[in-house]
């Protein structure tokens, strides 16, 4: 994709994307009890002049990679921030516009076929994308429209799946990002700055009331059984941390440096997660639920290539047609 003189500003963003250094960059979301199915990311390459960010499934030995964006006729697009549908069977992400930095809310089946753009507002720069508990709407991040997907300055927001009706506000922000509905749908986890780096982890109801601090975190992903949050310090830096809603101050830390963007596996037995080593430098990472094994899954650095945010897709999802 060759692209205009404002290649190098949105070259950096995805640079700084890719070490975990914006919060928005990585959206977060709730995994769904079942059968572990594919793990869905992003994936930066390309140069300075044309950069390339494309939307890949693979198995969770990282194994079979599938550039999803190309096979839906995306393959010069800036696809970005990845979530899968409650029955596994669509995928929700943020695609960018390189000239305008305007970005609008996708989904794609899992094939990467039937891409479909459900903002269709120019006025607005939507991203962050994140499934509610019965898979009819979207979490999303708005944000005045022409702003990147990785600024984090916004408001949450909810709308129709399939991109009908009108986006009910949740949040005032304009410091919101992350949203993540738990499985059970009765709580919204989403992070917050107050100005400067630092970010909270909020904990709402799934109608916008009843606001809860948290304490530091940012991009948070819920247990399968809505018992625990996995989430990250949104700084690119670490540490990965899992905590018990019904007492959040029981809280586990996985120390590693550089590790961000946690997401469960289906079966609430793993969680996969970004491993930064520096700038354009991350790979996707498996460990136990319990800080056990971790490990890289992919090696794309070594051709000069960054992986993102991944999500875990349920195997075995009940019927529907989202």
């Known amino acids: 994709m060759a692209l205009s003189h404002r290649a190098p500003k949105l070259v950096a963003l995805l640079a700084a994307a890719c070490t975990g250094l914006l919060v928005g960059a990585q959206s977060a979301h709730a995994v769904w009890p079942g059968g572990n199915g594919k793990i869905v990311f992003w994936k930066f390459s390309g140069s300075m002049q044309s950069p390339q960010a494309q939307i890949y499934s693979m198995d969770s030995t990282g194994l079979n990679q599938v550039n999803l964006s190309a096979a839906g006729g995306g393959a010069n697009q800036l696809d970005v921030q990845p979530s899968v549908s409650p029955n596994g069977k669509r995928i929700a992400f943020a695609r960018i516009d390189p000239i305008t930095f305007n970005t609008q809310i996708w989904t794609m089946k899992m094939d990467g076929s039937d891409q479909t753009n459900v903002t269709n507002n120019s006025a607005t720069s939507e991203s962050g994308p994140a499934w509610s508990a019965n898979g009819s709407s979207v979490l999303f991040v708005r944000q005045q429209s ?103 101050s029981q809280r586990q830390t996985y120390p590693g440096v550089g590790d961000e963007a946690p997401a469960w596996s289906p079966d609430g037995q793993n969680i996969v997660f970004i491993h930064c080593k520096g700038p354009m430098r991350c790979e996707i990472w498996l460990m136990t639920a319990t800080f056990g094994s971790p490990h890289a899954i992919t090696n794309d650095t070594a051709q000069g290539k960054s992986d993102q945010k991944p999500d875990w897709q349920r195997a075995n999802g009940g019927g529907g047609n989202r």
């Open 146 to 248: 022409p702003s990147p997907p990785f600024g984090g300055f916004g408001s949450i927001w909810i709308r129709k799946a399939n991109g009908s009706g009108t986006p009910r506000q949740l949040t005032l922000g304009p410091g919101d990002a992350n949203p993540a509905m738990s499985p059970d749908g009765d709580l919204i986890a989403f992070s917050r700055s107050e100005g400067g780096e630092n970010r909270d982890l909020i904990l709402m109801k799934s109608d916008g009331t009843g606001q809860t601090d948290l304490g530091p975190g940012a991009k948070p992903d819920w247990s399968p059984d809505s018992s625990h949050i996995a989430y990250g310090r949104g700084t690119g830096l670490g540490p990965i941390m899992v905590l018990d809603v019904s007492d959040p």
